[in-house]
């Protein structure tokens, strides 16, 4: 079977009905008086909606791509860690905390992985029914390379000015320098910006560091990030959130960087990564810098990683992260 992003929109549609239907399942047990908790082998919790979701969800891919296999965390055994070829990777209900504590942060996370690598995700906040969705076909174009750019307009613009003038020539030039330059901005630009009046002009800088991080799970670890980052004089806010809406928080530009230094398994983040690759994102590994991968022979858990919502912040903040995280370990 192959996978394309005609392919993927094919099947968009009969994919938010499967979530907006696991999330109208987890909602009516959310809603009720009581409901069934266990705890798992790994000491976290699983409830009735976790069951309800995993059967409707494992259900319905089975209809729409009865060809491509199903990871699923309620269902998962070890055996089934590495099939061959694409497969789904479903978390039914991430967040069960945040269900349990009736916070509302908690999502249906559905990934479609190939070659170690997310490239398709959905995720649904039933909450809010709101829907996130992404692809690795739909990622933003790299970094413009002047270079080359030149080497493709150059003999345009000499096209145009021969045609028009030497006018229209300056007009091209300016307008294809211009627009890539836009473009680069718009995609990879800094966070958030503030201005500030200094000798009478108004100039423009970086605003403070919008860290997303754990409402549920914030660790001694992670405020010693947060002393660290005070200890290189970078300003800092906090934005709190659960389970996948913390990297739909950096799609969405409601955040910059998602540090995560505990554990976590790939059915928790890849249908987020898979969305913040479509916006312009970035998942890292914190200790190599390299991708996170998925589809690992050796577990299903994750390395610590960290998320950046660009490419101008990794390339800015991953070396500093990654020299505080290496003097942990």
Not at 28 to 54: F, L, Q
Not at 317 to 322: D, F, H, K, T, V
Request: contains cysteine; hydrophobic residues 40%.
């Amino acid at each position: 079977m192959k996978i394309n992003q005609k392919f993927l929109k094919s099947i968009l549609e009969p994919l938010k009905q499967t979530s907006a239907s696991a999330s109208k399942a987890i909602m009516e047990v959310y809603n009720s008086e009581s409901y069934d908790t266990e705890i798992k082998a790994d000491g976290s919790p699983v409830t009735e909606a976790d069951n309800r979701a995993n059967d409707i969800i494992i259900r319905s891919l089975k209809e729409i791509t009865p060809d491509i296999p199903i990871i699923s965390e309620e269902t998962f055994h070890s055996e089934d860690q590495n099939p061959k070829g694409p497969y789904w990777l479903v978390d039914p209900l991430d967040g069960t905390k945040g269900f349990i504590n009736k916070d509302g942060n908690f999502t249906v996370n559905i990934a479609l992985i190939d070659n170690a690598m997310p490239i398709f995700g959905i995720i649904e906040a039933p909450a809010t029914g709101k829907i996130w969705s992404g692809s690795f076909f739909q990622r933003p174009v790299r970094r413009f390379r002047f270079g080359a750019l030149f080497f493709f307009i150059g003999p345009l613009a000499l096209f145009v000015s021969n045609i028009f003038g030497p006018i229209s020539f300056l007009i091209f030039l300016i307008l294809f320098l211009f627009t890539p330059w836009f473009i680069q901005h718009k995609s990879y630009g800094p966070h958030s910006v503030t201005k500030e009046m200094i000798d009478g002009k108004l100039l423009y800088k970086d605003g403070p560091l919008r860290l997303v991080m754990s409402k549920n799970h914030q660790t001694e670890i992670d405020r010693k990030f947060l002393d660290f980052l005070t200890s290189k004089d970078i300003a800092y806010t906090l934005v709190e959130k659960g389970s996948s809406l913390k990297l739909c928080a950096l799609a969405d530009n409601e955040a910059d960087i998602y540090p995560r230094f505990g554990p976590t398994s790939e059915w928790d983040i890849a249908a987020g990564h898979a969305i913040l690759i479509k916006n312009g994102g970035r998942v890292c590994q914190m200790t190599s810098g390299e991708h996170l991968a998925y589809t690992k022979e050796e577990s299903i858990l994750n390395p610590a990683f960290v998320g950046f919502r660009n490419t101008y912040l990794k390339d800015r903040y991953l070396g500093l992260i990654s020299e505080f995280y290496k003097k942990l370990v």
